[in-house]
C-alpha cells in the first residue's frame, strides 16, 4: 500500500527521533574531558589540509600551536607562509635531509632526530594546545625513529593537548594507540588527469 506524503513525514520524524535518542545517549556518556590523537592516513589528497584547517579551529579559540613538518619540500607551502607568522604558531620545517627529490641517510637521519627533538619538547609542553606532526609516519616507513617513542610521548603529553599526525602509513604501534583514525581514499585526482601542481592546491 502506497503511504500518502503524511505518513511517510512521520515515519521519517520518527526515525530522526530514533536517531537524535541514539546520539543523545552518546553524548551524555562522553564526560571524559581531556585532549584527543588524531592521525590522517591514506593515499588520498587532503591530510595535510584537514590538519592545518583543525589547527585553524584551534587558534581561532585562542589555544597556542605547534607545527613540525618532516617533510621538506622545494619550495615554502601556503602553511608555512600563513600560520608561520601567526603570533600562537611554533612552526618549524625539518631543515635539511629528507626531501621527496633527494636521498641521503646521513642527513636524513640527522634532520630527523632533530625534527624528533623539536616534536618531543612540544609535547612536553603545558602551553601548547595543539601539536601538528605533519608526515611524520614517513619517519617510521624508512627507519629513521622509533614508533615507540612517539607513542610514550604521547601517553605523557600533558592531559589537555591535542595531537594530530598525518602520513600515508603508519607503524601497528601507533595505529594501536591513537584515539581517532580517519583513512583517506583517493577516487580521483586531477594531477593524473594532466592538471599541473599548483600553489594554494599542492603547496
Known amino acids: 500500500m502506497e503511504r500518502t506524503p503524511e505518513q511517510q513525514a512521520q515515519i521519517d520524524m520518527a526515525k530522526r527521533l530514533k536517531k537524535k535518542e541514539v546520539v543523545d545517549k ?12 588524531i592521525l590522517l592516513t591514506g593515499n588520498g589528497k587532503g591530510k595535510s589540509s584537514s590538519a592545518f584547517g583543525t589547527m585553524a579551529r584551534a587558534l581561532g579559540h585562542g589555544q597556542n600551536a605547534t607545527v613540525v ?10 602553511e608555512q ?3 608561520g607568522q601567526h603570533p600562537q604558531v611554533s612552526f618549524h620545517v625539518m631543515g635539511h635531509g629528507f626531501t621527496w627529490e633527494t636521498r641521503d641517510p646521513e642527513l636524513e637521519q640527522k634532520a630527523a632526530n632533530q625534527a624528533w627533538e ?10 601548547v594546545n595543539f601539536v601538528l606532526l605533519d608526515e611524520i ?3 617510521y616507513k624508512y627507519g629513521y625513529l622509533d614508533a615507540d617513542d612517539l607513542v610514550e610521548a604521547l601517553a605523557n603529553r600533558p592531559a589537555h593537548q591535542n595531537v594530530m599526525m ?3 602509513t603508519a607503524p601497528r604501534a ?30
Open 174 to 203: 601507533l595505529l594501536d594507540s591513537i584515539d581517532t583514525h580517519s583513512k583517506i581514499a583517493n577516487e580521483r585526482h586531477a594531477f593524473e588527469g594532466g592538471v599541473k601542481a599548483q600553489a594554494g592546491i599542492e603547496w
Open 118 to 127: 623539536v616534536a618531543k619538547q612540544a609535547l612536553a609542553d603545558e602551553r
Open 26 to 37: 552518546k553524548i551524555a556518556a562522553a564526560t571524559e574531558e581531556r585532549g584527543v590523537s
Open 137 to 139: 609516519t614517513y619517519m
Open 69 to 78: 613538518q618532516f617533510i621538506k619540500g622545494r619550495k615554502e607551502t601556503g
Open 81 to 83: 607562509l600563513f600560520f
Open 166 to 168: 598525518t602520513g600515508r
